[in-house]
C-alpha cells in the first residue's frame, strides 16, 4: 500500500512537465524541489533525533560553494607561501564532492555540537553557519565574496556512448531535481526504520533511557548529521548549477527557518509532510505575488507559522492520519506529551 | 599603545549597551526559559521610536529614551501576553518557533512601515570628540555609556531589592514552590519579558544614534545578546554585564588587528568556543539569579 502510493507520487510529480508549460511555475517548482531535499535532510535530524538546528543553511552553502568552485576552479594563497591551483573538474564531481565535504563539516560540527542540548544546540549550529557566512563574504580570493560566483556551469551527466549532457532547460533540471530528491527520500526513509533509525527515535523520546540500553548517543546522533549535511549538500550542488550564480547572501538565517518552517508545516518526523510543507511554502510566493508586496509576503509567513504551531502543533501530516486512523485518539496523544514532558524534566 | 588605549576606550561604550541587551535576554531565557528571537527587533524598535519621536514628533532627544524605555515594556508586555501566555508549559522548540515567527513578521512589518533605507539620528552634541591626551571620545559615545550604566543599575536594584524582583529570583529557583508561596507567576513572567524587552528597546536606542538605524540592524544584536548571555551563564546579571564587556573586547582587538570584516564573527566564535569548552557560563551560579 505504502508503496503503490509511493509509486503513484512520484509518477504524478514526473507526469507535471508534460501538462505544465509555464517557465515561471516551472523555476519554481525546480528551486521549491531543492528547498523540499534541503528539508528532508534537516527532518532527518529535527524529526528523528528531535535536535533542532538552526544552522543547517551552512551545509546547503558549502555544497553550492563546493561544487561551484569545483567546476569554476580556483587559484588562492595560504598562510606561509603556499598556492592551491585547481583547474575546473566537470560538475558531477562537483556535485560528488559537495555531498562528501558537506558530510565531513556535518561530522564535525555534529562532533562538537551535540556536547549540548536543547537551546545551546539550537545557538552553537546558528553560530557555525554564521561564522561559514563571514568566511565567504570575507575570503574574497577564494570566493569572491560580495561578488558572487558567476558563470558557475550547468550541471552535466557523462552518459557511457553518449559523451557530456549538459542540463540547460527547466525541463531537464526538474527531472534531475526529481531524481535527487527521489534518491533522498529513499535514504532517509531506508535509514530511519534500520537499527539507526530506532536508535534516534529512542533518544529522541528519553536519552537518559536510550543511553542505559547500551544506544551509542555521539554515534547515533553524528551519523545522523553526516547523512543530513550530505543530503543538504547535494541540494546545494543542485542549487548552484541551477541558478548558476551565489554569493555569501546564500548562508542567510532566513533559508534555515524556510526550511524549518517546511518541516514543521507538514509535521516533524514525516517525510511526506515535508514535501507538503514544502510546496505550500515554496509555491506560495506564486499565490502571494500579485497581492502583497514583498514585506507582506514575510509578515504573512511569520503569522502563518505561529499560527501552524498554535492550531497544528505537531504538523500537517502527523494530525491529519491521527485524525483519520483513531478518532478517539486524543487520550492516548495526551498521555504520550505529558511522558515527554515528564522525561524532559527529569532530563534537566 | 595609544591605539590599544582608544580601542579599550571603544570597548568601555560599547560593552555598556551590550550589557543592556545582555541582561534584558538573560532575564528572558533564565526566568522563563524561552529563547527570545524577538530580542533583536525589539532593539530595532527602540532605535525606530528614538528616530520618530525626535524627527517626527520634534521632541527632545533626551526625551526619546524614556518614552523607547516604555514603549519597549508595553511591546514586550504584548508578546508575552499573546504569544507566550497561551503556550506555557509547551516545550522550548515550539516557543523558539512561535519568537521566530513572531521576528520575522515584526521585522518586515519594519521594513514595510520605514522602508529597507537607513537613517540616522540628528543629536544635540557637538561634533568635535572630547579629546583626553592619546584618547579622544565623542560627547554622543559618553552619554550612551553614562545612561546605559544608569539602567544597568537601576535594573540591578530592580532585582534585588524589591518585592517584585525578589518574586523573579523565586520564580527563577523554583516556579511551583514560588506559586505556592503566593507568587503570581503569570504575572512575573508578563513582568520579565515587558523588562527585558524595554531594555533591549533602550539599547537600541542609545546606539541608534551612534550608527544608522535599518530593520535589520537588531539581527546582528540579538545573536551578540546570545554570546553574552551564554558567556555570562543563564539568568545571571552581573556575568551578563562582565560578558557583555568581553565581547566588546573580543570585537575591538578582532576588528582592529586581525580583519575588519571579522568583528562580528568574534560572537559567533565566543559563543562555539564556551559552549563547548565551559557550556556553564564563565560566571556560572546556575542556581542564583541577581
Redesign the interface.
Known amino acids: 500500500m505504502r508503496s503503490v502510493v509511493t509509486i503513484l507520487t512520484i509518477a504524478a510529480f514526473a507526469s507535471v512537465p508534460l501538462w505544465l508549460r509555464d517557465p515561471y511555475l516551472m523555476n519554481a517548482l525546480i528551486t521549491t524541489g531543492i528547498f523540499i531535499i534541503a528539508a528532508m535532510s534537516l527532518n532527518l535530524l529535527l524529526g528523528f533525533t528531535g535536535q533542532?538546528s538552526l544552522g543547517h543553511v551552512a551545509f546547503f552553502g558549502i555544497g553550492a560553494y563546493v561544487s561551484a568552485l569545483t567546476s569554476l576552479g580556483f587559484d588562492v594563497g595560504l598562510p606561509g607561501g603556499f598556492r592551491v591551483v585547481h583547474d575546473p573538474w566537470p560538475p558531477f564531481a562537483g556535485f560528488v564532492l559537495a555531498i562528501i565535504i558537506s558530510g565531513l563539516c556535518g561530522y564535525f560540527v555534529g562532533r562538537?555540537?551535540f556536547?549540548?542540548r536543547?537551546?545551546?544546540f539550537?545557538?552553537?549550529t546558528?553560530?557555525?553557519a554564521?561564522?561559514v557566512r563571514?568566511?565567504a563574504?570575507?575570503w574574497v580570493e577564494l570566493t569572491q565574496g560580495p561578488l558572487a560566483l558567476t558563470n558557475i556551469p550547468p550541471m552535466a551527466l557523462s552518459l557511457p556512448g553518449f559523451g557530456e549532457l549538459a542540463l540547460h532547460t527547466k525541463l531537464q533540471n526538474y527531472y534531475l531535481v526529481l531524481v535527487v530528491a527521489v534518491a533522498a527520500y529513499l535514504l532517509i526513509t531506508r535509514l530511519v526504520r534500520s537499527h539507526f533509525g530506532r536508535a534516534m527515535r529512542g533518544l529522541m523520546a528519553n536519552e537518559t533511557l536510550a543511553v542505559s540500553v547500551g544506544i551509542d548517543v555521539t554515534k547515533t546522533l553524528t551519523l545522523a548529521a553526516v547523512i543530513s549535511a550530505g543530503i543538504a549538500g547535494a541540494a546545494g550542488s543542485l542549487y548552484a548549477h541551477y541558478i548558476r550564480i551565489i554569493d555569501p547572501e546564500v548562508f542567510a538565517?532566513?533559508n534555515t527557518?524556510t526550511m524549518?518552517i517546511m518541516v514543521?508545516t507538514g509535521g516533524k518526523g514525516s517525510l511526506a509532510g515535508t514535501i507538503i510543507g514544502g510546496l505550500v511554502f515554496g509555491l506560495m510566493p506564486i499565490v502571494l505575488r500579485p497581492i502583497m508586496?514583498p514585506?507582506?509576503?514575510?509578515?504573512a509567513?511569520?503569522?502563518?507559522?505561529?499560527a501552524i504551531?498554535?492550531v497544528l502543533?505537531r504538523g500537517i501530516v502527523p494530525s491529519l492520519t491521527q485524525r483519520l486512523s483513531r478518532p478517539h485518539g486524543k487520550t492516548a496523544a495526551v498521555g504520550r506529551v505529558a511522558f515527554?514532558?515528564h522525561s524532559?524534566k527529569e532530563h534537566a | 599603545m595609544s591605539e590599544f588605549l582608544q580601542h579599550l576606550v571603544n570597548t568601555l561604550v560599547l560593552g555598556g549597551t551590550y550589557a543592556l541587551l545582555g541582561i534584558g535576554l538573560t532575564l528572558i531565557?533564565g526566568i522563563m526559559?524561552v529563547?527570545n528571537f524577538t530580542h533583536g527587533v525589539l532593539y530595532t524598535f527602540g532605535a525606530y521610536v528614538m528616530f520618530i519621536v525626535v524627527h517626527q514628533l520634534g521632541l527632545n532627544f533626551f526625551l526619546a529614551l524614556p518614552v523607547a524605555v516604555v514603549a519597549g515594556w508595553i511591546l514586550g508586555a504584548v508578546i508575552e501576553l499573546t504569544?507566550l501566555r497561551?503556550?506555557r508549559?509547551?516545550?522550548?522548540?515550539?516557543t523558539?518557533?512561535?519568537m521566530?515567527?513572531?521576528?520575522?513578521?515584526?521585522?518586515?512589518?519594519a521594513?514595510?512601515i520605514w522602508g529597507g533605507v537607513a537613517k540616522s539620528v540628528a543629536t544635540p552634541f557637538p561634533e568635535a570628540p572630547l579629546v583626553l591626551g592619546p584618547v579622544s571620545v565623542s560627547w554622543l559615545r559618553l552619554f550612551v555609556l553614562a545612561a546605559a550604566g544608569l539602567l544597568i543599575v537601576v535594573t540591578y536594584l530592580l532585582i534585588n531589592r524589591t518585592r517584585l524582583g525578589c518574586a523573579m529570583r523565586a520564580t527563577f529557583q523554583d516556579e511551583d514552590t514560588a506559586s505556592l508561596m503566593g507568587v503570581n507567576v503569570d504575572l512575573i513572567y508578563t513582568s520579565t519579558f515587558a523588562i527585558g524587552s524595554s531594555l533591549a528597546a533602550a539599547a537600541g536606542a542609545l546606539l541608534g544614534p551612534v550608527y544608522v538605524i535599518s530593520p535589520q540592524m537588531g539581527?546582528l544584536a540579538a545573536?551578540k545578546a546570545?554570546?553574552i548571555v551564554?558567556l555570562g551563564g543563564l539568568g545571571n546579571i552581573t556575568g551578563a554585564v562582565i560578558g557583555g564587556f568581553i565581547l566588546a573586547l573580543a570585537e575591538e582587538l578582532g576588528a582592529g588587528y586581525v580583519?575588519s570584516?571579522?568583528r562580528?564573527?568574534m560572537?559567533?566564535?565566543i559563543?562555539?568556543a564556551v559552549?563547548?569548552f565551559k557550556?556553564t557560563g564563565l560566571f556560572a551560579r546556575s542556581e542564583r539569579i541577581g
Open positions: 533542532l562538537l555540537s556536547r549540548v536543547g537551546a545551546y539550537v545557538i552553537v546558528i553560530s557555525f554564521e561564522v563571514l568566511v563574504l570575507n538565517f532566513i527557518v524549518v514543521i508586496a514585506e507582506a509576503q514575510w509578515i509567513y511569520g503569522g502563518v507559522l505561529i504551531l498554535f502543533p515527554a514532558e524532559a | 531565557f526559559n529563547v504569544l497561551p503556550l508549559g509547551s516545550d522550548i522548540d515550539t523558539m518557533l512561535v521566530i515567527g513572531a521576528w520575522i513578521a515584526m521585522q518586515s512589518g521594513l514595510w539581527d545573536v546570545f554570546a551564554i580583519s570584516g571579522y562580528d564573527a560572537g559567533f566564535l559563543i562555539i559552549l563547548i557550556p
